[in-house]
Structures are given as C-alpha cells and as structure tokens.
C-alpha cells in the first residue's frame, strides 16, 4: 500500500478529522497519547506536515530545523508532562526494519516508570 497523506491516520488526527486530546500543538508539531502505550507515559509528538519518515525529511523533503524543533519540543514536553528530572526516553522508527507503522514522521517519547535499558 502507498502510504499517502490521503490515507494517513496521523494527517487524519492534525487535521481533526479524527479528535484527539493534543498535549501540545505548535506551528509544526501536535502531542497526542499513542493508543497502545509501552510505557506509563506514552506520547507521540507528530509533524503537521505529511513527512512519511526521517528518511524523506532529511533524503527528500529538506525540511530545515524540523529535527533540532523535535528534540527542544519534545524535552519541553516531557517537562510539563512531570517526567523531569526522573527521565524520558525518545525513540524514531524508521522504515520496515525499524518497525515503523505509522508512516507519516513521530517521536515516540516514553517514561513515567523505569524504562531499564530496554528498547520499544
Ligand atoms: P511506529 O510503529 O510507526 O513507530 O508507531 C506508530 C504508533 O502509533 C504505535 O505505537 C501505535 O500504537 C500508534 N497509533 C496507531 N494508530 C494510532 C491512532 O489512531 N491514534 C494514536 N493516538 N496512536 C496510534
Ligand atoms: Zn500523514
């Protein structure tokens, strides 16, 4: 299947079509809940833009800042959401073999418990 910003469940959610509570919404970035959570707290922080994955945003799309944007937002993030000072985890799935989903660009941030040195 191609996956298109038409039949793109993460374009469904920024642009309302689907509601969901947004934690934070800037000019390029939503926060939503992810709907299976792998940690007490499970955030997904979510572009505006239809960018199916960190390959096409930095190989194809040149999107300058989008990365640097990420990382300060989603520390902010996590912040506000109380998992400063105990720790979070960022975690970006790209392509099949990095077990990526969703193809339209997310940061999963994790925390709210001892993550350990597990992935996922
Ligand atoms: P990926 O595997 O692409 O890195 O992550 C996709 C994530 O999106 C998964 O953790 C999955 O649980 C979450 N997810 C899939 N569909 C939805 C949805 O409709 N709403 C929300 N909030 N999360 C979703
Ligand atoms: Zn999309």
Partial sequence: MEHTADNCIFCKIVSGEIPAERLHEDDKFICIRDVRPQAKVHLLLVTKRHIPSLDELY????????GEAALEVATAVAR????????????????????QT???????????????????
Avoid: M, Y
């Fill in 59 to 66: 190989a194809k799309t040149g999107a300058p800042g989008v």
């Fill in 80 to 99: 506000k959401q109380g998992l400063l000072p105990g720790g979070f985890r960022l975690v970006i799935n790209t392509g099949g073999h990095g077990g």
């Fill in 102 to 120: 969703v193809f339209h660009l997310h940061i999963h941030l994790l925390g709210g418990n001892d993550l350990e040195g597990t992935f996922g």
